[in-house]
């Protein structure tokens, strides 16, 4: 079974400071990758997703996560955060044959500071 | 509806009750998901619909617990004889079917058993 793992449970960062969030997962095929986010009082949304092909993908906000097969890693990272990126930040994995459910990891919340 | 849909947004109920909440997924999304979400937790997965396929129950907590989803679009998911550990917020997402899918989220129901 797949599971997910995200090592930071709360992060606190000044403005315009770097991101870098955590997230391993563990399954042994071909897999998708996604992020998603919870702004405050709002419903998940995707940030990003890996399907195939480039492993560095792009999302929405200036974020990014890179895919390292070689260490079942897709971490999310953002050059420089704002107080709007306050909120939690979820990875998930499922595979690609649309029989297995997405499983998610515990979450990440980051807050941002002025 | 241009989204998916949940009702109710909040249930309050008391010990040993059983509640019934709903899903209305996206027009056309053939998978379908039930999570929990509390404090700490994550998203924890309960069911997975998908398409005619038998439903994957693999994460219901315990037999208290049970899906449906009738005609291959609305999902109720209900829990009898509540519990105050039940206390959560349950979402309920719809996806496609294909190998480059990914879920749409719904504003979740917030349970609170008392």
């Given at each position: 079974?797949?599971?997910?793992?995200?090592?930071?449970?709360?992060?606190?960062?000044s403005e315009?400071?770097s991101?870098e969030?955590?997230?391993?997962?563990?399954?042994g095929?071909?897999?998708?990758?996604?992020w998603?986010?919870?702004?405050p009082g709002?419903?998940?949304?995707?940030?990003?997703k890996?399907?195939?092909?480039d492993p560095?993908?792009?999302?929405?906000?200036?974020?990014?996560?890179?895919?390292?097969?070689?260490?079942?890693?897709f971490n999310l990272?953002?050059?420089?955060v704002?107080?709007s990126d306050?909120?939690e930040?979820?990875?998930?994995?499922?595979?690609?044959?649309?029989n297995?459910p997405?499983?998610?990891?515990k979450?990440?919340?980051?807050?941002v500071i002025? | 509806g241009?989204?998916?849909?949940?009702?109710p947004?909040?249930?309050?109920?008391?010990?040993?009750?059983d509640?019934?909440?709903?899903?209305?997924?996206i027009?056309g999304h053939?998978?379908?998901?039930?999570?929990?979400?509390?404090?700490g937790?994550?998203?924890?997965f309960?069911?997975?619909?998908?398409?005619?396929s038998?439903?994957?129950?693999?994460?219901?907590?315990?037999?208290?617990?049970?899906?449906e989803?009738?005609?291959g679009?609305v999902s109720t998911?209900?829990?009898?004889?509540?519990?105050?550990?039940?206390?959560?917020?349950?979402l309920c997402a719809?996806?496609l079917?294909?190998?480059?899918?990914?879920?749409?989220?719904?504003?979740?129901t917030r349970l609170t058993?008392?």
């Open positions: 079974a797949q599971s997910v793992s995200q090592h930071n449970h709360h992060v606190i960062l315009a400071a991101l969030l955590g997230c391993n997962y563990s399954y095929g071909t897999v998708n990758l996604f998603y986010v919870q702004y709002q419903h998940l949304q995707l940030l990003l890996y399907f195939s092909g560095l993908v792009k999302g929405i906000k200036g974020f990014e996560a890179e895919f390292i097969k070689s260490k079942f890693s990272r953002k050059p420089s704002q107080w306050t909120a930040y979820f990875c998930a994995v499922n595979a690609p044959s649309g297995t997405l499983v998610f990891g979450g990440t919340r980051l807050s002025a | 241009a989204g998916v849909s949940q009702s947004s909040n249930k309050v109920t008391e010990k040993g009750k509640v019934e909440l709903r899903c209305d997924p027009s053939t998978a379908l998901y039930w999570y929990r979400q509390s404090l937790q994550g998203l924890e309960l069911i997975y619909f998908q398409g005619n038998a439903p994957d129950k693999s994460g219901l907590p315990s037999d208290r617990f049970s899906a989803r009738t005609g679009s998911l209900t829990i009898q004889r509540t519990q105050q550990e039940d206390s959560a917020v349950y719809s996806s079917t294909s190998d480059r899918a990914f879920a749409f989220f719904g504003q979740g058993v008392v």
